[in-house]
């Protein structure tokens, strides 16, 4: 039975289902019976069963156990189980499921099968989902049928092999006589398929690339019999012969004339014949000479041909139908690399495609209008641009702004041209513009010193009129902080000056911060602008220092850390203030890359307030001191890094810092025991715990101190551990202990060694921490020694 | 090479899926929401090709399609096929089909689709175009269906005869006539299904 009649009750029930629950159900109740059905052994009804899951997997349901049913029907030996076995199998199976290698014999079977409609299902599915494996083992199979006879089935062994090749690319080699030969058939679909596989072959293959060139003359044979032929019905397509087969011999010649002078020689007469003759009025026609402009191109053809090949490309521009116009500009982006001059002759009609309603037209000629930017038409070309940046779809957009940036920066007529552009981008699309903009911006507007005044005055008019666009906010707010002083002043000679007050200044930057559009780092802008004006206005310093001080408290830890900084440089650093606070000086550019403009405008503007911080830390080191350093060394400051300073924490005064001098202090009133030539002290008792030391001289310099611990009390110590300092230039080394447990009432000891070098012969001091575990809880004591026992010389 | 050939209607139901290459169910569906996304933004008068979708291929694909009445034909390639030529292939298919099913509506696609899939099978195989000649496509694929209803017998018989026979009500058989001697058991007759 055909498979449709049962199919067609099951689509009209899923069909008749009004919610997509009941398809569900009824989709649940038909995949049940089929997988019922399939578990019976023979069933007359199993083709209708297949097509029926085969449906449902299209709608999108699991079918997965269909898999083994497809297997089973293609082995089957009637020809209607094996199609849908078949195609079921190329829906189903994959390389990676393992039933697709079950089939390969049946593949091979069928491949000679004395029905031809048989092999070519199994064509058709090893072409479709051939895994490499069964590509290698079936290979020789499809190389017998190319030979055959039948021209249904060389052709359909053609696209098969072209399969195999992508797949293994090491049986090219096998393929490549069968495909030469096939090239003299009449048949035109077998002829397609050896030209599909000759092309294939010569791309993963360039020695099979030289061997194949000299068929150019067959090709080109081939093409004039199609192009001047006269109307043969068979293969006509609205009035051209056989367009797809003309389309893919000349993509082959494209290929096979590329960079070889005696090939594409070979050619010219052809495609210009092909150009010339081939009527365009149709959709056929067009695709011909498209295909023939691009070999034309591609190819060492003479410049007659290359002018011929442009002028058609024009012809396509100003063409009514947008598809042609479309791939237009595509084939004139491929060169306009090379043959720039004559593209530019059509940069007009490309510039109003800009203006077409079709996105994809837009995307094609914004494209090529960035690439046709030079530096005579910059002017028009950007004013068309910007246009075009205002009304052009939201995807384009950062496209759009940044190939606008690119263009600035490599032809910008003058540096206020330049500044004008930008900011016109940001006022318009600021909000898709990448972060880099920014920094590239404000690294433009240090180094036009002339047009400080006139780019302030400009934005702060645009920061008047819309702060939503954040990098046109960050920007303004940085220039208004740094050249605030001109927008005061009220004087500019390139614009008209716009009369402010430090009021309406001060207000502006207030509805930045306070705004819920500012961005964090916008936020961060406007504070660091807020404290930059402080040094350049006179009389509302104290509205700026009440501003500062309300954001210390702000939630935003970067704002927060920048407030407390700048009221701190207020309280105690006022006479820094104007230093820290001045103008930049020029920010350099590197190199082209962006990321440089970034750090470097980042590190000038960290350095101010890290400054800052020196001067405070300076006051906390000689507080903060890390137990188990310097003896000698504690009266230098400490001096942090530059880069310590960004991640160190606020500076909120250390009270902490004192305590560890408060345990310097603590054992202070310890002295040593004056065991005057004895060579052992007692360095530390408290608690029970007795720590003894000797020393032994070894050298000039070395010196080996034995330290020794016991226990006097009732409970056992465990975990002991010692840790010792020395003074700086005195160098340490602790040997390893010989336990780390005390056991009460001094039963046993732990005694440590630690070998001194004192080359400068300084004076020899040293701090001992103590660490134990006693009765669950742990315990620690700093000692320090100042005085060792006069040193016994060894083998005393 | 052609990644995956979609039909599908106004509203995004899918007549006809078929991928060249391998991806799982979800991923399917996916794309098969996606291209229709896509391609139902489009006006009337915009051109055919689209680039833009991010499942299949990457970047180097696009989509060509065609709207014809309800449905949408949308033929996904990669850059080494003209565009072009794509454009022409999907008119000689919908010729094809409406020679084939008799002027061609939404409903045949709906209820053949194994039909639609053998005859897109003459045409494209593997990813690649093999026959572009619409009579030679519908010579071939009448000699299968031919050979597919020998194999048929009964069955193959067109529905309505099936169907008439299914519900013919034939009395109920006795199993035994018993007449005097003579007592006959009747044989159980086969059933049709």
């Not at chain 1, 206020?416 to 690294?443: C, F, K, S, Y």
Request: glycine residues 6%; charged residues 20%; aromatic residues 6%.
């Amino acid at each position: 039975m055909s498979p449709s009649v049962a199919l067609q009750e099951m689509i009209r029930a899923i069909r008749s289902a009004r919610t997509q629950c009941e398809e569900r159900g009824v989709i649940q109740r038909e995949c049940a019976a089929i997988r019922a059905q399939f578990r019976q052994a023979d069933n007359g009804g199993r083709s209708h069963n297949l097509a029926k899951l085969l449906y449902v997997h299209m709608l999108g349901y699991p079918a997965h156990f269909g898999q083994m049913e497809c297997v089973r029907m293609i082995a089957s030996p009637h020809y209607s189980e094996k199609r849908v076995g078949y195609l079921g199998a190329m829906m189903l199976l994959d390389e990676k499921q393992d039933a697709s290698l079950l089939i390969t014999n049946s593949i091979k079977n069928d491949l000679s099968h004395s029905n031809q409609y048989v092999q070519s299902l199994a064509l058709c599915t090893l072409a479709c989902m051939g895994s490499a494996e069964m590509c290698r083992d079936l290979a020789p199979e499809i190389d017998r049928l190319l030979r055959g006879t039948n021209s249904y089935i060389k052709k359909k062994a053609a696209l098969c092999a072209v399969h195999i090749v992508r797949k293994v690319q090491d049986l090219g080699e096998l393929f490549a006589p069968a495909a030469r030969s096939l090239l003299s058939e009449k048949n035109h679909g077998v002829l397609y398929g050896a030209v599909v596989l000759i092309t294939e072959l010569c791309a993963w293959n360039p020695e099979t690339l030289e061997l194949f060139r000299k068929t150019v003359p067959d090709l080109v044979q081939i093409m004039k019999g199609l192009v001047i032929s006269g109307y043969s019905p068979e293969h006509d397509v609205a009035g051209v012969s056989d367009p797809f087969l003309q389309v893919r011999i000349l993509r082959l010649l494209r290929i096979l004339g590329r960079n070889n002078e005696a090939a594409s020689d070979a050619m010219n007469d052809l495609l210009a014949q092909v150009a010339t003759n081939t009527d365009s009025t149709k959709t056929v026609g067009n695709a011909v000479l498209y295909e023939t402009v691009l070999t034309v191109l591609d190819i060492k053809s003479e410049s007659g041909l290359r002018i011929l090949a442009v002028n058609i490309l024009g012809r396509f521009l100003l063409n009514n139908d947008r598809n042609i116009r479309y791939i237009a500009m595509t084939c004139l982006q491929k060169i306009v690399g090379t043959d720039h001059n004559a593209v530019q002759r059509h940069r007009g009609t490309i510039v109003d495609c800009l203006k077409d309603q079709d996105a994809s037209v837009k995307r094609r000629a914004l494209e090529l209008s960035l690439a046709l930017v030079s530096a005579s038409n910059i002017r028009s070309m950007m004013k068309e641009l910007l246009l075009f940046l205002s009304s052009c779809p939201p995807d384009l957009r950062a496209e759009a702004g940044s190939g606008i940036f690119n263009a600035a920066e490599r032809y910008a007529p003058s540096q206020r041209w330049h500044i004008d552009t930008i900011l016109h981008v940001l006022t318009t699309a600021g909000g898709d513009m990448r972060d880099e903009t920014v920094p590239n911006l404000i690294q433009l507007i240090t180094n036009a010193s002339e047009l400080h005044c006139y780019t302030v005055h400009k934005l702060y008019r645009a920061l008047l009129t819309d702060i939503s666009q954040q990098p046109l906010v960050q920007v303004a707010c940085w220039c208004i902080g740094e050249y605030g002083d001109l927008l005061l002043r009220g004087e500019c000679q390139e614009t008209e000056p716009v009369q402010v007050t430090e009021d309406d200044v001060l207000d502006a930057l207030e509805t930045v911060l306070q705004s819920h559009m500012s961005s964090p780092a916008t936020r961060a802008f406007a504070l660091t602008a807020t404290m930059k004006l402080s040094t350049r206005i006179t009389d509302n310093v104290d509205r700026i220092r009440s501003i500062v001080s309300i954001y210390g408290s702000c939630i935003d830890v970067e704002l927060q850390q920048r407030a407390v900084e700048y009221n701190a440089l207020f309280k105690k650093y006022d006479h820094m203030r104007a230093a820290v606070l001045e103008r930049m000086p020029v920010i350099e550019r590197n190199s082209p890359g962006h990321t440089n403009g970034v750090s470097v405008g980042e590190a000038v503007k960290e350095i101010q307030p890290a400054e800052v911080k020196q001067g405070l830390l300076q006051q906390n080191a000689n507080q903060v001191c890390d137990l188990l350093d310097l003896l000698g060394g504690s009266e230098e400051p400490v001096q942090p890094s530059l880069a310590q300073s960004s991640t160190a924490p606020g500076m909120s005064v250390n009270t902490a810092s004192t305590a560890g001098g408060d345990l310097l202090d603590l054992l202070g009133g310890l002295e040593p025991t004056p065991h005057a030539p004895a060579p052992t002290l007692t360095a530390y008792e408290k608690h029970g715990v007795t720590l003894t030391l000797s020393c032994e001289k070894q050298s000039d310099s070395g010196l080996t101190v034995t330290l020794t611990a016991s226990n006097s009390t009732d409970s056992d110590i465990s975990s002991f551990t010692l840790q010792a300092a020395v003074p700086k230039s005195v160098q340490l080394h602790m040997k390893a202990p010989s336990g780390d447990s005390l056991p009460a009432r001094g039963t046993a000891k732990v005694t440590q060694m630690v070998v001194v070098n004192n080359p400068n012969k300084v004076k020899l001091k040293m701090r001992l921490r103590i660490s134990y575990t006693r009765q669950g809880s742990a315990f620690q004591d700093t000692v320090q020694i100042d005085s060792f026992p006069e040193v016994s010389t060894a083998g005393h | 090479m052609i990644k995956a050939i979609l039909i599908f209607n106004n509203h995004g139901k899918p007549r006809l899926s078929k991928f060249y290459e391998h991806y799982t169910e979800d991923t399917e569906q996916q794309i098969i929401r996606e291209t229709f996304h896509l391609v139902s933004k489009r006006d009337e008068n915009v051109c055919n090709f689209l680039e833009g979708g991010m499942l299949i291929g990457g970047s180097d694909y696009k989509l060509i399609y065609r709207h014809y009445a309800t449905l949408y034909f949308v033929f996904c390639v990669d850059s080494s096929e003209s565009e072009l030529g794509i454009l022409d292939l999907i008119q000689v298919f919908v010729e094809t089909l409406d020679k084939c099913f008799e002027n061609v509506c939404e409903l045949d696609l709906i209820f053949h689709v194994d039909k639609v899939h053998n005859i897109l099978a003459e045409m494209v195989m593997g990813g690649m175009v093999l026959e572009t000649n619409m009579n030679e496509i519908i010579m071939q694929v009448d000699a299968q269906n031919k050979m597919e209803k020998s194999e048929a017998g009964i069955a193959g018989a067109p529905a309505r005869a099936v169907s008439a026979v299914k519900n013919m009500n034939l009395p109920e058989m006795p199993r035994n006539i018993n007449i005097g001697d003579i007592s006959i058991k009747v044989p159980n007759l086969p059933s049709f299904k």
